[in-house]
């Protein structure tokens, strides 16, 4: 019994002799709760967060008059209640309407956002908005409309009021069941409705006073920055300095992506860090020039309080995207330790960093920006850490000195969010490191320092030359991009990973990081497990798009679709998460459909399917009944012959997108909205069998 109760209290023991270096541990536990509560297939009732508040304060009591050996688990145990909390308040805090209807007509608001779209098309995110015929207490909060017009109309510029004839709906589902839902990060980002328009934008009412005025200064920079660096180059810095990325053709933004530099646009934590070590030791060592105040004035602490309002102005200038509030806490936690004279840069400031985020905003932790950008920064950490400095300066050239922080961290980093990047964009890009070590040291040395300087010199009207460095350092980035991206086998596709592989890479690095000694060697079951899972994870015999438009049938050349053109965004997504970079129209002529394209036949699991699309598809859907067991027609179907399975727009609302598999005896039925979430449209009766089969034809 001795024996068994040593066993049993062993790791608590451990446990407790580990506190002071547990803390790393607290965001990941935290973001389990997080995983988890995205995971429920319902909204949680009160009970449940009642369950997580009681846990929190049993947990709090227990700290306080309980047994010391209990604390870490019961500390984990509150994370993981912690997570949920922080959940269940996000949701409430963010609730908006949502257009359950198309909508189509006049369009009023305020401009608050402008980027393009993945069609390269100007887009404009609205606030304050008004639709003809909808209550306003169903009006969305705010809109996105892509502006599609071939005539020129007003110039979008923050806080103006605009008006235009726009096509709205609401956020669309998963593009296939288990993918990135954008209608969640819609409903999170108090998004309600998205469209395009074919009409001009017009000017309705000028900016208010005060209105948007961060806004309107990072468009009034980003537009004088481009009006004296004209072209991509000046776009990519003013995209860099401002988080203005509405210049940036969609030519640019792929070679970026392709060449694995596309984290230099992005306002993250090196760009941060740039800028933010430039004001630090422009002010510091300024400082330290002038002796009387040298001898006075602690300079050190003095640049540390300047850099941390040059970083709060920055955040607020870049549009406070995930990645950007991550380096700022870091940068935070680094300068306050500066000023209370203690290490600066550890896991302990990264894990405050997750802790701070997943408690303001647990859905971030879904966001591809957050989980690499912690994946980078804390890989960053412990690998710098593991190597001695003095060990590489006794073992290295001098010469090679410089260089090896450089070669390391583009290593390091690299390596960190390969898989992430993998999963989330199915595309690896094998020149990466390469591609980084040619642009990151201009980068640091060359566009983010000209930045500031013509920041500070601007108001002077002497701006032009640092302008002009900034220029050129852009232009060298955006050469080695598009030379890179240019080379061949430049893009590797990667199938889209099943839903358990991320975690388990997650959990493998972190306790390769975090433990010590041997027990590093743990880590090495969940990555094999990762591994072995993404390998074998298998894609949908059949996908069909929500709104009925699109039929992909896999195989053995790839994916075969049932139309060249039309639901680009639908046809991207289900080649990029097969693995697959070919086009739409290459795709579109592979064996595995048949026919004209507005009838086109398909076999799969011994179903055979036909996808009807275009003028008069209403019309052939009992000719296609005549030849298939299931039909799926792009327009809504009102009379449909007896026998035949009939998918249309109407009968799709219900359940979204479709992914089937074969089994025996037929095609079993996966749908895109089977969860009931807050971010959750309703859904009319009228689901789907769980298994297709083949049926008599009438």
Known sequence: MAVLTGWLTRPL???????????????????????????????????????????????????????????????????????????????????????????YGAVTGRVVW??????????VTLDQVQLDRVPPERVPRRVRVALRSKSPGHAPFPGEVVMLTARLSPPAGPVEPGSFDFRRMAYFEGLGATGFSTTPLMLWAAAAPGARPVDRLRSHLSSGMQAQMPGQAGAFAAGAMTGDRSGISAATAEALRDSSLAHLLAISGMNL???????????????????????????????????????????????????????????????????????????????????????????SLLDPGFQMSFAATVALIAGFRAVDRRVVAGHLPTWVVPLFPLVLSSVIGGFATAPYAAAHFNRYAAYGLIANLLTVPVMGAVVMPAGAVAALLAPLGLAAPALWLMERGAAWILWVAHWVAGWEGAVAAVPAPGPLVLPLITLA???????????????????????????????????????????????PEGRALSAPTGAGFVAENWLANDGDLAPQEVAAARPGMRGAVGLRLFEAGGVTGAALKGRGAAARVAEACAQADLVVVSVVVDAVPDGCLVLDPARLHAVGAVALQAVDGGLRVETGLGARRAWSAPRPPGGLDAVIRPGARP
Request: proline share 5%; aromatic share 8%; net charge positive.
């Open 509 to 555: 690095g972190a306790l390769v990081i975090l433990l010590p000694g041997r027990w590093r060697g743990l880590g090495l079951g969940p990555a094999l497990l990762a591994g072995a899972l993404w390998l074998g994870a298998t894609r949908p015999l059949v996908l069909i798009s929500a709104d009925a438009a699109l039929v992909g049938v896999l195989g």
């Open 273 to 363: 860090a740039f800028l933010i070590a430039f004001v630090f030791a422009l002010i510091r060592y300024g400082l330290a020039l002038i002796p009387w105040i040298a001898l006075r004035i602690n300079t050190k602490k003095v640049a540390a309080v300047a850099s941390f309002a040059v970083a709060a102005f920055y955040l607020a200038l870049s549009g406070s995207n995930v990645a950007t509030e991550r380096a700022f806490i870091m940068v935070s936690v680094m300068l306050g330790a500066v000023l209370l004279d203690r290490q600066a840069l550890t896991l302990r400031s990264v894990a405050l960093a997750g802790v701070i985020l997943l408690a303001w905003k647990p859905e």
């Open 13 to 103: 023991e451990m446990l407790a002799e580990a506190r002071g270096r547990l803390f790393p541990w607290v965001p990941l536990v935290m973001g389990t709760g997080v995983w988890g509560w995205f995971l429920l297939p319902e909204e949680p009732g009160r009970a449940v967060y009642a369950a997580a508040l009681a846990v929190v304060l049993a947990v709090a009591a227990l700290r306080l008059w309980g047994p010391e050996a209990l604390h870490p688990p019961a500390a984990a145990v509150a994370a993981l209640a912690c997570g949920v909390l922080a959940c269940g308040l996000r949701v409430e805090m963010v609730r908006a309407p949502v257009l359950t209807s198309d909508y």
């Open 114 to 123: 402008i980027d393009r779209s993945q069609g390269d098309a100007l887009r």
